[in-house]
Each structure stands twice: as C-alpha cells, then as structure tokens.
C-alpha cells in the first residue's frame, strides 16, 4: 500500500472511532430525552441547552466513583471483561462502508475501513468474542450472582446468534456475497434487501435487540429481580465500559441493519441531483447516518414500550418461534432461487 | 354464581395461537401507542424556575403567630405537643417579668420552642390543638440541609416577623366558624 493510502485510512480509522464514541456518548442521552418524552417528561436539561452536556457530567461522574475490586475476585480477569466488552465493540466499525468512494488527487479512496470478503463473518465472530467480555466479567467477580447473569447473558446471546445466522443466510443466498460492501453495491436505487426478505429482517431485528441486550431482552440487566447480573461487583468507569460497551453496539447494529436491509449509503434518486461524486458520497454518508439514528432511535421506542421478557419465555421465542421461521424462511428462498434457475 | 361486584370479568386461559406467541401485532401496537405521547404536551414543571401553585390549606412549614400588638401568641401552655403524633414538639416554659409584657401575650411564655423538622408529619393535629391560635401550619416549604441538626427549627424560624407588613397570612386557613367566632371581641381569646 502506497503512503497516502495509508495515512488515508488511518485518519478514517481515527474518524470512525471518535464518531462511534461520540454517537454511543449522546446515544445515552438520546436514550433519557426519548424515555422522557415517551413518558409526557422532558429529560436531561440542566447541563447545557438541552442538556446536551449530560453525557459529560455523567462521564465525569463515573470516573470520579470509588472504584472496588472484590478481594476473591481474579483481578486480571477483573479488569479483561470490560476491556474485551469494550474492544470488540469498537473493533466491529472496522468493516462497515460508511460511504462511496472520495476521490482526492485524482485517487479513489473508498469510505471504508478494510473491505473483508468474508464481512459478515467478521461481525458474527466479533459479536461472539463480545459474550466472552460477558462471561469472564461474570466468572472474575467470583459471586455467585455475577455468574448467574452471565451464563444468562451468555446463553441469551448464542441462542439469538443462531436465528440470525439464519436469516443472514437467506440474504447470502440471494447477493452470493458475504462482502458488505458488495451487498450494499447491489442495494443502488431501490433495491433495498428488505424488500425481498421482509421476514428475514424481521428475524434479524428481534435478533439484533437480543444480541445487544435491549429491551425486552435485557435481562442481564434488570437490577430489582434479579441483582444486577454479570455487572453487579463492577464499579466506576468498569460499569461505565460495560453500559458504554452496549451503546456502542446498538450503534453498530444499527449500522448493520442499515447496511445489510436498507441500502447503506445508496440514496435513491440521488443520481437524478446531478452532482460531482464527492459531494454525492458525503451526502449519502449523511442518509447512512439519518438511517443509523433511525434506527437507534427504534432500540429506544421499543426500550420504553415493552415490559422485559421472562426468561423461559425468552428462549421459548429464540428457539420455538425464531429458529423455525428462519429454517422456513431459509427453505422458501433457496425455493424461489432454483425456481428462477430452472424456470 | 352470584357477582360480588359490577366489574368482576371472566379470566380466559386460552393458548396462544402462533402469530400471537411471536408477540409481534400487540409490539406494534404498543409501540403506536408510546409514539402518541412522544408528541404529547409534556406535564413537567421545571422546578424552580416554576413553582405549582399549592392549595390554600397546604399544610406546609409551621409559624408561630403574633397578635395585633406584636405579641406572641404562644403560653406554652404544652397542648400542641401533647397532641403532635409525631412528638416533633419540644418546649421550654417561663414565667414572664415585668416589663416584658409587649413581648409575650400572657404570663406564661415559651423561652424555648423546637419542632424537628424531620419528625414532623405535617399533619396539622398542632394547629388544632393550640386554644391560643398560636401555631399554624402554612404554604412555606421545609428547606433541604444537609444535616440533621439543621432541621431542628427553633423559635428564631418559627415565630413571625415583628414588622405587620412582613406578617405571615394564615386567613384562608381559619374556617368559617373560627371567623365568626373571632369577631365576638367579647371573648378574652380575641381581645
Ligand atoms: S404538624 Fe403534626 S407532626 Fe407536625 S408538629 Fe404539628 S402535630 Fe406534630
Ligand atoms: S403553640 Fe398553642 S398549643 Fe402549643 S404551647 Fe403554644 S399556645 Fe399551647
């Protein structure tokens, strides 16, 4: 790679990590503002206009917090939970073509990290190491709660990858990719994957809710029943990590749901504007994130509209109603694909 | 069998069907239904730039009264605390001198006067309890501290200000009965 390759991605690298961290810091404001609103309130507006300044305070707050290790905890293993929650939510932007291509100097740059032919691959195996964050936080905390809600977590978290996987595969069936920037180019115009596996991105939502622990499947975290779970020895900004950790991926499973079921960065009827291909890219990088707060913003509307699920009912939904569906769903469009061979 | 009551309903236990149990129409549903109050006008009142109007016979902060000549009221005469379910009263009694007698109403005056703030229930027993309409329970708040201490209030946050002007309105507490009691000025109690 040539030097100005190199500088160009690293600065892209540097941009998508401060957006992510930027996003998930006013996605727990967003979340308090919607709560509110949802509920006739008003939310945070004390720290600054709007309290926008909340996410600072709360920042501050935590890292001010006295900050306890259990004393039979595992003090390595302590402190490797929130790190691994931490890093490999970051880690998974790396593979999202946040835009087209810039061309700077005559040198086509495209607005992605790297391009990984496997990349939906490289997701599924981030969110997987993801549960380890889960269940060695769990496992150190040496309490017997602590492991309760992990295995939990963790169990919720396997179940639900499966159904995913599933409806995934459907969509691998129709683009024969598992590049992401590939299945985005096929998504120009309108030509959205929604449109042709309506079922599998219904599949691959409720899954992308349970993955991230949110409402209503965020039993890991539901304090009053059941203490806390893998989280309640954590203190001070190891608590924040965790948190912090989930925001970060609502914000990347919003961008996977947009990149996969809704275009991506593909605009329709943007090629009509007549505009140079620059301004063409950042544009449809804006609609990208328009589509990604969307989305975010729907984590929040189901947050404060559905009760937690109970826990057999949870897996009832995981392996009774999602598993077959995706099968079924799975039979139907490797049906419908042989017929237009054959045909 | 008979109903107990007009609103008993029959509970039914059936099965789910499928598309029930996938929960999906009644989230949808849901999510209909908070998405109106996303819109809605919002109730909050930013305290304390606003403040809700309290009702007259909000039974806020006591206040010990004085009367017309800038006496006080009170003969520590015990009665309040007697009747307070809280035991938030506490007082001290003296005898008043000569020479005194613009300062206290009778001869018999209390030196000392502490409510505990934090006993308290404001439940207004105090005021009725007092023959002297001494003490009154009024629309002030309690003010926030941070220590214990602080919440005791003697009789230097309880008893009205001298100045008439500054005098603290307790009218609209009094029923129509105590008014018309009080303009017989036959009685000594209103003289
Ligand atoms: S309001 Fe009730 S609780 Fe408070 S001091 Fe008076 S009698 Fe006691
Ligand atoms: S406030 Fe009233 S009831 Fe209490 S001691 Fe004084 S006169 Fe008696």
Redesign the pocket.
Known sequence: MEFATILFKTILLFVIFVITLLVAMYATWAERKVAAFIQDRRGPNRAGPMGLLQPLADGLKMFMKEEIIPMTANRVLFIMGPSIAMTTACLTGAIIPWGGNLTINNKIYSLQITDLNIGILYIFAMVSIGVYGIMIGGWASNNKYSLLGAIRAASQMISYELAMGLSIITLVLTTGTLSLSEIVDQQQGWHWNIFYHPLGFIIFLICAFAECNRSPFDLPECETELIGGYHTEYSSMKLGFYLFAEYINMFISAAVISTLYFGGYHMPFIHHLDLSPNVMTLIGSAFFFLKIFFFIFLFMWVRWTLPRFRFDQLMNLGWKRLLPLGIINMFITALIILLNEYL | MEKLTGRSKVVSNKKLSFWESIYLPAIIGGMFITIKHFFRKKVTINVPEQTRKRSDVY?GM?VLKRDDEGRERCTACGL??L???????TMVAAERKPGEEHLYREEKYATIYE???L???????????CPKEA?F?TDRLVESEYKRKTFIYGKDLLVEPLEKDKRIDVSKRQTPEVLEFKKNKKLTHNK
């Open positions: 039974r006591h309040c605390a009747s307070c379910p809280a035991e938030a009263i409510i505990n703030m006993r308290c229930i404001f439940c207004g027993d105090c005021e009725e309890a003490i329970l």
